[in-house]
């Protein structure tokens, strides 16, 4: 099915298109993305539940990894395609970008509410933890370059793939067994989202544990369908705007690619799965990380690493910077707001958009 779709990409002829068009087959894959993306929060949720599966490592695992079928798509195409640094900006910037989806979820559906004080599992610390060590080793793949190659592949990205995997193993043990345990009443957002949750449970109470697995592959083939429509057009709209791949990489791309993240997690929010929620967007900002493997074994040109500019190691120290922040609200769990949102999320969405001013200038 990837095969045909990508047959029909090329006798489309995106080059030959207008930005319209080129835009408009943007909007129609992103909608179909955001579609999706709705659907999976409901079906991992459901899963964990049934299995006795986490909900910060089936947030982590599962969900971050179908969320994150679209930069898989991006990666791919851009890579392969020799667009390294569209590529590469677009794992970046998305970990910037998917932790500021948490700030605008507070800011627009837990209004009054932080939503770090509904997500005081453990388990998230060291989910941020691990993300924010597997983020400094990209930026120390990009400040040094490639050291050295493999079978013409990039120690980097097999280190980064490999830390990844370790990373889950810490968390799939360290949820079972907690060593902090937080403090203060946990209270039920104004919404009762535990109801429509409940409305959810009885939705699919018929639903077989297999059939969630069947829609849970469906939503994610749609999703994975949506990101490489995005992939190819976001390329050409680079191209015929000129604002180079590197910004739209950053932005552009990395934002509706972000769209199943943005769905998922104002899904799970709205049944009230706020640590599912939350580690959601950590469990697929460490998953870019990982992709960087992908793109490296589908760049022809060399490897992947040395075709990035500079500017890249500056993304991945913004996106340390707002994970750090989200940790530091999670474990504060304070009961404060600046304009309906937590401080935590004011603090990431004012730091997202002064780095993403200061990365357009550099």
């Known amino acids: 099915m990837f095969a045909l779709i990508i047959e029909l990409i090329s006798m489309l002829d995106l080059q030959s298109q207008s930005l319209a068009i080129n835009f408009g087959i943007f909007a129609v894959a992103a909608i179909f993305v955001w579609f999706a993306g709705t659907k999976l929060s409901k079906y991992v949720d459901l899963f964990a539940d049934r299995?006795?599966?986490g909900k910060a490592f089936a947030g982590a695992l599962l969900l971050g990894g179908?969320?994150?079928?679209p930069e898989l798509a991006t990666t791919l195409t851009a890579s392969y395609s020799g667009a390294a640094e569209l590529a590469g900006n677009n794992l970046l910037g998305g970990v910037v970008m998917q932790v500021a989806v948490l700030a605008l979820i507070d800011a627009f559906v837990l209004r009054g509410r932080p939503l770090?004080?509904?997500?005081?599992?453990?388990s998230l610390i060291m989910v941020g933890v691990m993300l924010i060590?597997?983020?400094?080793?990209a930026s120390a793949a990009v400040s040094s370059g490639e050291l050295f190659s493999i079978a013409g592949v990039g120690v980097w990205p097999i280190l980064l793939f490999a830390a990844y995997v370790s990373s889950l193993w810490v968390i799939y043990r360290y949820e079972g067994d907690p060593r902090w345990e937080p403090r203060g009443e946990i209270a039920q957002p104004?919404?009762?989202?535990?109801?429509i949750k409940d409305a959810h449970q009885d939705q699919y109470r018929d639903v077989s544990t297999r059939g969630l697995v069947g829609y849970f592959a469906v939503a994610s083939s749609i999703v994975l369908t949506g990101g490489y429509f995005v992939a190819v057009s976001g390329e050409v709209i680079a191209e015929q705007t000129g604002v180079g791949q590197s910004f739209v990489g950053a932005t552009l791309v990395a934002l509706v690619?972000?769209?199943p993240e943005l769905s998922t997690t104002y899904s799970a929010v709205r049944f009230g799965a706020y640590s599912m929620a939350a580690a959601n967007i950590l469990g697929t900002n460490s998953l870019e990380i990982a992709l960087f493997l992908p793109a490296e074994l589908a760049y022809r040109e060399g490897n992947l690493f040395d075709a990035l500019q500079p500017s890249a190691a500056f993304l991945a120290a913004l996106g340390i910077v707002v994970t750090s922040l989200y940790l530091w609200g999670i474990l504060?769990?304070?009961d404060k707001t600046v304009f309906g949102m937590g401080v935590d999320s004011f603090a990431v969405?004012?730091?997202?958009?002064?780095?993403?001013a200061v990365f357009y200038t550099i």
């Open 51 to 53: 299995t006795g599966l």
């Open 66 to 69: 179908a969320t994150s079928l």
């Open 116 to 122: 770090t004080l509904f997500s005081p599992q453990s």
């Open 133 to 137: 060590a597997l983020i400094a080793l």
């Open 190 to 195: 104004p919404e009762s989202a535990r109801d």
């Open 257 to 259: 690619t972000s769209l």
């Open 332 to 334: 504060e769990r304070r």
């Open 349 to 356: 969405l004012a730091t997202y958009l002064a780095g993403l």
